[in-house]
């Protein structure tokens, strides 16, 4: 489970510190420390228990419709989990998950809540459709990344929009994401009746749903393994989520990132562009929102861009349903990869469960939401927590974290 | 466009707006009130989808709209008190807590639809009901007069709402904890009970517009609100977090909205642009919300939880 603090622990910290047996009693020390007192319990175990909390009352909610909650957990569990071919269908739907959740992380990390992944899914997705329709003769070692790029230059210009108007105009940028979302889903509606329409495909039949031609073969993300939907993508999820991890924790810009996150004003005094920071943040959240979008059209099993008119249309909610990833994995982009898989076999898992049983998969969505509910209620208890924690380290003159720690697990 | 400039078109486009306007308007007053005291709740459009549903499940099954909306209500009053436990006693981050009730929201109102209902049966709208008299003044009468009870309403909420927070002794605690929560405190003003309250009293709000969006068409679905709820946050932004302002704001979604439809039925917007004019009141929204931002002063306090001392 993803640690409260989001880089080294202090236990960490302190092992790294001596080496060899005196490393260790300090370990051991903390631990004793920790369980003498609410922290372990709050600090280590707030999120598992937040989940735990909310497939509970998921449960209970099951009951309450005449069926059996376990037989309905075990069909989602071996639904999402059991097998090979389980294993692969979440990993693959963890994907986009994983891409929008490192958006969100970025975004937070600046304390800029980007609420838009869902319209910046969808413009990834449709400036990468238009570039396999435009060239579509080109190798795969040139068209897939940039189908890719432009993927990621079209979901980082709308997140981009609402970044600005964040960062020179003080407009709230959670109102101004969401509407994104709804131009965004209108723009696809659009063009997908148009302009990128599948020109064979006859309206005259009633029930069709609007959808581009078949793209071209050279952009579709290769399966990586045989028998199974599993294709690059989660190479590529993988690699974004390690590149921000050390974007955010290794480099200046990083740095500057989680300043203004933590403090505008004392970033500003301390001369870092917070404007111009709070845009770029939102402006690489988007664009990795653009490559989940670009994930979803070009590793789909059709290999066209298709939408159902719908809010949440070829996206399956996944905008939304980042935020609920990110937060789960602490905000961090590696436990989001865990947090991506976890919640991705929710989703797989619901559609097992709901022919087991005949729960609709709307209760994932509900037990999402409650995860996020619980795990923001928790927030204050842990930071209280922390704050204890640290009064105890000053009083025993154990300070010797650099600002930088300070810094990073103050936003924790 | 001649078509469009007819006593009939035009008289019933108004109307149809002043309908489209009314959940916005509930959803949008409550908000106001909570803003004013401080709390950001953006759980608005999960509150309004299981109000929508709780009046459609109770009116299906009593056959009784009024019914329907007052448990609408007491869903919003109860999800209200939920909200306020998190932001107010826990002190949860508000923006990100209130898309957790979104998101809840979202999935259980379908999951409920679903199990419990099954097919979409519609259920009786609320009739409109003529104002004697006034119903007669000709074009006016038609387009403001001849609503439904639940539109008189929300419009007679604005003064109401406007006159409790600027007139009365409980509207100036409000503000008070708004502005100013430490000098409220100091003066033996409890933070906390201003500030469930308002929450309570916004979230039933939202649940009543959610009701009343439910009663326009009379059929539930996944997802009714299609970010209804969201709006009508940013039209508290948009009014400037007075009362009346927000009653422009609706008031211009809804004439927006009904004039695009209106187009669109009578073919000035050509058929393949649809969508694109569908994307007008969303980017208005935005527009606005970019040339308002920063001409009014919102609330000192809003989004931050009260902790004394600190």
Request: charged share 10%; proline share 4%.
């Amino acid at each position: 489970m993803p640690p409260v603090t989001t880089t080294e622990g202090p236990e960490t910290k302190n092992a790294g510190a001596g080496g060899g047996p005196e490393s260790a009693s300090r370990v051991w020390k903390y631990v004793l420390r920790s369980v003498g007192s609410r922290r372990l319990f709050l600090s280590w175990l707030a999120l598992p228990l937040s989940a735990v909390a909310a497939l509970i009352i998921g449960a209970l909610l099951i009951l309450a419709f005449g069926a059996n909650p376990l037989t309905g957990y075990h069909a989602l569990v071996s639904g999402a989990f059991g097998g090979s071919y389980a294993l692969a269908s979440t990993a693959q739907k963890a994907v986009p998950l994983a891409l929008v959740a490192v958006g969100i992380c970025i975004a937070v990390r600046a304390n800029v809540w980007n609420i838009g992944g869902e319209g910046q899914i969808v413009t990834g997705a449709l400036a990468g459709t238009a570039t396999a329709l435009a060239l579509p003769n080109l190798p795969t070692i040139v068209l897939l990344p940039l189908v890719l790029i432009a993927s990621a230059l079209a979901g980082a210009f709308w997140a981009g929009i609402a970044g600005f108007f964040k960062a020179y105009f003080n407009v709230n940028e959670i109102l101004s994401t969401i509407m994104l979302n709804l131009v965004a889903v209108q723009v696809m509606n659009y063009l997908l009746s148009g302009p990128l329409v599948n020109k064979s495909q006859s309206f005259a039949v009633t029930g069709l749903i609007p959808q581009t031609k078949l793209l071209s073969q050279h952009a579709w993300l290769p399966t990586i393994v045989s028998g199974t939907q599993l294709n690059l993508g989660v190479v590529i999820a993988i690699a974004v989520a390690i590149a921000v991890y050390f974007l955010l924790w290794r480099t200046g810009f990083g740095f500057r990132i989680r300043a203004v996150g933590f403090s505008r004003e004392a970033a500003s005094y301390a001369g870092m562009p917070v404007k111009r920071t709070m845009m770029n943040a939102m402006f690489l959240s988007g664009a990795c929102c653009g490559i989940a979008g670009a994930v979803l059209v070009f590793g789909s099993i059709s290999h066209r861009m298709v939408t159902d008119g719908s809010l949440t249309g070829f996206t399956g909610n996944d905008g939304f349903n980042g935020i609920v990833v990110a937060l789960f994995g602490g905000l961090n982009p590696l436990w989001s990869i865990l947090s991506a898989y976890l919640f991705g076999g929710l989703l797989v898992g619901g559609t097992a469960m709901q022919a087991a049983i005949g729960v609709p998969t709307d209760l994932v969505t509900t037990i999402e939401g409650l995860v996020v509910v619980l795990v923001v209620s928790m927030e204050y208890l842990r930071r209280r927590a922390r704050i204890h924690e640290e009064a105890d380290e000053v009083e025993k003159g154990a300070d010797r974290r650099t600002g930088l720690l300070k810094l990073t697990r103050a936003r924790a | 466009m001649s078509h469009f400039f007819t006593y009939a078109v035009l008289t019933a486009t108004v109307a149809s707006a002043i309908q489209y306007s009314t959940p916005f308007l509930m959803a949008a007053l409550g908000e106001t009130v909570g803003q004013r005291s401080g709390v950001l709740n953006l759980g608005v459009d999960g509150i309004m989808l299981l109000g929508a549903f709780g009046c459609y499940y109770v009116a299906l099954e009593t056959n009784n709209a009024a019914l329907g909306v007052l448990v609408g209500i007491a869903i919003g009053a109860v999800l209200g008190l939920i909200t306020a436990f998190m932001s107010v006693t826990l002190k949860a981050q508000q923006g990100i807590s209130g898309i957790g009730i979104f998101i809840f929201g979202l999935g259980l109102s379908d999951l409920l639809f679903v199990k419990l209902v099954g097919t979409p049966v519609p259920v009786s709208r609320l009739h409109p009901w003529a104002i004697p008299l006034l119903s007669r003044i000709p074009a006016i009468g038609r387009m403001f007069f001849k609503q439904n009870v639940l539109v008189y309403i929300a419009f007679l909420m604005v003064p109401a709402i406007a006159f409790v927070l600027y007139r009365t002794n409980y509207g100036t605690k409000v503000l008070a904890v708004g502005e100013n929560p430490a000098a409220a405190d100091s003066l033996g003003i409890s933070v906390a009970r201003i500030r469930y309250s308002t929450v309570i009293f916004g979230s039933a709000m939202a649940g009543l517009a959610g009701a009343t969006l439910l009663l326009l068409d009379g059929i539930f679905q996944q997802d009714l609100t299609q970010s209804a709820g969201f709006i009508a946050v940013a039209l508290v932004y948009f009014g400037a977090w007075r009362p009346a302002g927000v009653m422009s704001g609706s008031l211009l979604y809804g004439i927006v909205t009904a004039v695009v439809l209106q187009w669109k039925s009578l073919g000035i917007i050509p058929l393949s642009a649809a969508d694109l004019a569908a994307t007008a009141p969303a980017v208005i929204t935005v527009l606005a919300l970019v040339a308002l931002a920063g001409r009014f002063k919102q609330p000192a306090q809003l989004g931050k939880p009260y902790v004394r001392g600190a």
